[in-house]
């Protein structure tokens, strides 16, 4: 069965300080894809990040970074130097073919 | 270019009425997905089409929903006797194909009354 967790409902941190969002994920299979998306107020959904199962590099895009570990089939995500503009709600999710399966969503609240 | 596009925005309906949402995803995109999600919670799954295959329609809650996928673009979704359970937002999404990511458009708050 595939499954992912994104055990933390709802974070607040001030702005400026690091968070980091945690997603884990269950497949047997060798070939997956996991992604994560964000759900601002506004209420639609924006693709952040795509990454295959044989991929393990740390991708950086800006103050974002991602951190794939597949000996504890993890995929977490940071936000450096947070900004109140990153308060959303982050999904994890994962893929194989034409099954995805999302997590619940963590909902980050950056305080001014 | 042009984003997901669903229609209407907003719709409220009496309980037991017929109501149709439309999506018109990103051109050439080969993958759409229909997705429902409720007051605060994650997103829920119904249909997706991929291509001129069958739908997956594994997680459509009960037979009284429905889509089609005309000419390999447009798609609606139809909720045949709504209840009012079927309150949500119904989100859409493209995608340029398997596994790949996916294009949200902005949803259809659905009502019912």
């Known amino acids: 069965a595939q499954k992912v967790t994104q055990a933390q409902t709802e974070i607040s941190v001030v702005e400026k300080e690091d968070v980091t969002l945690d997603c884990v994920y269950e497949?047997?299979?060798?070939?997956?894809?996991l992604f994560w998306y964000k759900q601002p107020p506004s209420g639609e959904l924006v693709f952040l990040i795509r990454r295959n199962s044989f991929d393990e590099q740390n991708e950086i895009s800006g103050r974002y970074s991602w951190n794939f570990q597949k000996s504890t089939s993890s995929f977490n995500f940071t936000i450096t130097a947070s900004q109140v503009v990153d308060s959303a709600v982050y999904f994890c999710a994962l893929n194989r073919d034409d099954k995805i399966i999302f997590g619940k969503g963590t909902r980050l609240h950056i305080l001014p | 270019g042009a984003g997901v596009s669903q229609s209407p925005s907003n719709k409220v309906t009496e309980k037991g009425k017929d109501v149709e949402l439309r999506c018109d995803p990103i051109?050439?995109?080969?993958?759409l997905y229909w997705y429902r999600q409720s007051l605060g919670q994650g997103l829920e799954f119904l249909i997706y089409?991929?291509?001129?295959?069958?739908?997956?329609k594994s997680g459509l809650p009960s037979d009284r929903f429905s889509a089609e996928r005309t000419g390999g673009s447009v798609s609606t979704l139809t909720i045949q006797r709504t209840q009012q359970e079927d309150s949500a937002v119904y989100l859409c999404?493209?995608?340029?194909?398997?596994?790949?990511?996916?294009?949200f458009g902005p949803g259809t708050r659905l009502t019912v009354t």
């Open positions: 999404a493209s995608s340029p194909g398997l596994a790949r990511e996916q294009y």
């Open positions: 089409f991929q291509g001129n295959s069958a739908p997956d």
């Open positions: 051109s050439g995109h080969t993958a």
């Open positions: 497949t047997r299979d060798t070939t997956y894809y």
